[in-house]
């Protein structure tokens, strides 16, 4: 009988967003940050980081946008989730 294979849990799909970070490939990473942004809207930690990516490439619009969001949800007062 074969596993019914599952789908990757938020927390890995960061890691792995986050090794790509980490590494330099930002394409991949933006669109992992993405993707968690679809199931986790409030996740300070992405929202951050995918603020400070689009703030370094030059997307001062959309890295200013989601740094304004971050503010909104609250992150500095460590909401997460």
């Known amino acids: 009988m074969k596993a019914i294979p599952t789908a990757p849990t938020p927390t890995a799909i960061f ?23 679809q199931v986790q809207p409030h996740n300070a930690d992405v929202i951050w980081l995918l603020g400070s990516i689009e703030c370094q490439l030059g997307h001062l619009e959309q890295g200013a946008a989601l740094l304004e969001r971050l503010r909104a949800v609250g992150a500095l007062g460590g909401n997460r989730a």
């Open 15 to 37: 890691n792995e967003a986050l090794a790509f970070h980490q590494a330099g490939q930002i394409r991949q990473a933006t669109a992992l940050y993405r993707q968690l942004l």
